[in-house]
């Protein structure tokens, strides 16, 4: 069975910092690119960061370029975030994925991010 387990969400003032964390089984993760999504209320869900397998070759969304940093444990079968500098418009639900080509994408249920004074 395919789990993708993201922790780390929580409220945040701006300029503050989170690490996000997506626990994941059921697949052969070194296999697998894994990425970042954020879906903010009232709005569609959005490309975050993406690190690649097995180069593990980073990008990410000109919003969050040189604030956010994206990483994989390949031995644990763990993806991370890490978000500084966080804004308001950061806030969102931020969902783990996990992406092969001619393979399903499978997705995590979210952890909320609130980025608030």
């Known amino acids: 069975q395919v789990q993708l387990v993201e922790s780390g969400g929580g409220l945040v003032q701006p300029g503050g910092s989170l690490t996000l964390s997506c626990a994941t089984s059921?697949?052969?993760?070194?296999?697998?690119?894994m990425n970042w999504y954020r879906q903010a209320p009232g709005k569609e869900r959005e490309f975050v960061a993406q690190?690649?397998?097995?180069?593990?070759?980073?990008s990410y969304a000109t919003s969050v370029e040189g604030r956010f940093s994206i990483s994989r444990d390949n031995a644990n079968n763990m993806v991370y975030l890490r978000m500084n500098g966080l804004k308001p418009e950061d806030t969102a639900v931020y969902y783990c994925s996990a992406t092969r080509s001619n393979f399903r994408t499978y997705w995590g249920q979210g952890t909320q991010v609130t980025v608030s004074s």
């Open positions: 059921g697949f052969v993760f070194s296999s697998y690119n």
């Open positions: 690190i690649t397998s097995p180069s593990g070759s980073a």
